[in-house]
């Protein structure tokens, strides 16, 4: 071929592959069929025959010019083989599939992770990928793999925090805490991260050997200080220092200005009330909780009934007075004369 033709073609040929979109450069299934079979898919999970009905579901996420964004993704990054395993999420999991994909700022590993997540998991991870801070936990993901989804699972909105800022940590902690417990850690989690690392792992020590008395301490730190930064480098010394009296409900004293200057253990009342007071209290709390909702539903029966056997007497007056009652006599109607007069 002659040169001087050569490079203007292919120049062309280069500009216009660029401006293109990219599901109709890649080889393969490609463009309208691979927008249509999404469709498809989708359809299966949607329960409906129709492309246009699928389109009305999702076009709350921007119809058909979404589906094409993602499947453009799918087969710039993955090819067909990410096209087929997505649409194989999409037809069980439906639209949600699509919206983690977007998400996410790799396909493969995305899917990948997934693919890792028994079928209950990987549901729970699709709608927490699709949903509000989905592009945030997507990217952790894509760092830490499923282990961020199963924290975040365990605990939506602070799961995945508590991996992101402590690590293998965070996941091992995720696993032994209750959603309370979750969320006291959470607030505390970056001071510990940013603790020397010695201090760090004392702290996360206290944390695998004493889990719920050091949680239930932290907690009661918050709300008797509430603002007040507890893992200082200071404060987390005289922690580690006083172990044993911290576990066992010592305070830390601060002096005027803020900065903590020992460990005062809890007298005999202060024990007594944590260990007697506080559980009555509690358990009494918890019966008149019960007794009120009883009292709520003896209270609601009993008009019911009232207001029924009042019903019935109104009805029986009724046809009893309908029944003596006589019918009104009727006066027979004078007959009309022909005459005009």
């Given at each position: 071929?002659?040169?001087?033709?050569?490079?203007?073609?292919?120049?062309?040929?280069?500009?216009?592959?660029?401006?293109?979109?990219?599901?109709?450069?890649?080889?393969?299934?490609?463009?309208?069929?691979?927008?249509?079979?999404?469709?498809?898919?989708?359809?299966?999970?949607?329960?409906?025959?129709?492309?246009?009905?699928?389109?009305?579901?999702?076009?709350?996420?921007?119809?058909?010019?979404?589906?094409?964004?993602?499947?453009?993704?799918?087969?710039?990054?993955?090819?067909?083989?990410?096209?087929?395993?997505?649409?194989?999420?999409?037809?069980?999991?439906?639209?949600?599939?699509?919206?983690?994909?977007?998400?996410?700022?790799?396909?493969?590993?995305?899917?990948?992770?997934?693919?890792?997540?028994?079928?209950?998991?990987?549901?729970?991870?699709?709608?927490?990928?699709?949903?509000?801070?989905?592009?945030?936990?997507?990217?952790?993901?894509?760092?830490?793999?499923?282990?961020?989804?199963?924290?975040?699972?365990?605990?939506?909105?602070v799961g995945g925090r508590l991996v992101?800022?402590?690590?293998?940590?965070?996941?091992?902690?995720?696993a032994r805490l209750d959603r309370t417990?979750?969320?006291?850690?959470?607030?505390?989690?970056?001071?510990?991260?940013?603790?020397?690392?010695?201090?760090?792992?004392?702290?996360?020590?206290?944390?695998?050997?004493?889990?719920?008395?050091?949680?239930?301490?932290?907690?009661?730190?918050?709300?008797?200080?509430?603002?007040?930064?507890?893992?200082?480098?200071?404060?987390?010394?005289?922690?580690?220092?006083?172990?044993?009296?911290?576990?066992?409900?010592?305070?830390?004293?601060?002096?005027?200005?803020?900065?903590?200057i020992g460990i005062r253990k809890p007298?005999?009342?202060?024990?007594?009330?944590?260990?007697?007071?506080?559980?009555?209290?509690?358990?009494?709390?918890?019966?008149?909780?019960?007794?009120?909702?009883?009292?709520?539903?003896?209270?609601?029966?009993?008009?019911?009934?009232?207001?029924?056997?009042?019903?019935?007497?109104?009805?029986?007056?009724?046809?009893?007075?309908?029944?003596?009652?006589?019918?009104?006599?009727?006066?027979?109607?004078?007959?009309?004369?022909?005459?005009?007069?």
């Amino acid at each position: 071929m002659n040169a001087k033709r050569f490079i203007p073609v292919a120049v062309l040929a280069l500009v216009l592959g660029m401006a293109m979109p990219a599901q109709a450069i890649v080889p393969g299934r490609a463009g309208r069929e691979a927008v249509e079979w999404v469709l498809k898919q989708l359809g299966k999970a949607l329960g409906k025959r129709t492309a246009r009905e699928v389109l009305e579901e999702v076009a709350e996420y921007g119809g058909r010019e979404f589906v094409e964004r993602v499947t453009s993704k799918l087969l710039r990054e993955g090819g067909e083989e990410a096209l087929e395993r997505a649409g194989r999420l999409a037809a069980k999991h439906g639209p949600d599939v699509l919206r983690a994909i977007d998400n996410a700022p790799s396909v493969r590993r995305v899917l990948s992770v997934l693919d890792e997540l028994p079928e209950h998991e990987a549901r729970a991870a699709i709608r927490r990928l699709a949903g509000t801070g989905g592009r945030e936990l997507a990217r952790m993901t894509e760092k830490m793999g499923a282990r961020v989804l199963r924290a975040e699972i365990r605990h939506p909105g602070v799961g995945g925090r508590l991996v992101q800022t402590l690590g293998d940590d965070g996941v091992r902690l995720a696993a032994r805490l209750d959603r309370t417990e979750a969320v006291t850690l959470a607030q505390h989690a970056d001071d510990i991260a940013k603790l020397p690392p010695q201090l760090r792992r004392g702290v996360l020590q206290m944390l695998y050997d004493n889990t719920k008395a050091m949680m239930q301490w932290m907690r009661r730190f918050v709300e008797k200080h509430p603002g007040k930064v507890l893992f200082t480098t200071a404060a987390t010394a005289l922690i580690l220092q006083n172990r044993e009296a911290v576990l066992g409900g010592a305070e830390i004293v601060f002096d005027e200005n803020g900065k903590p200057i020992g460990i005062r253990k809890p007298g005999l009342v202060d024990r007594m009330v944590d260990k007697v007071v506080t559980p009555v209290v509690s358990v009494v709390r918890t019966m008149l909780s019960i007794a009120a909702v009883v009292m709520g539903l003896f209270g609601a029966g009993w008009l019911a009934i009232k207001l029924w056997f009042l019903y019935r007497s109104e009805r029986r007056k009724d046809r009893l007075q309908a029944a003596v009652t006589p019918p009104p006599a009727t006066v027979p109607a004078e007959p009309r004369s022909s005459n005009p007069d």
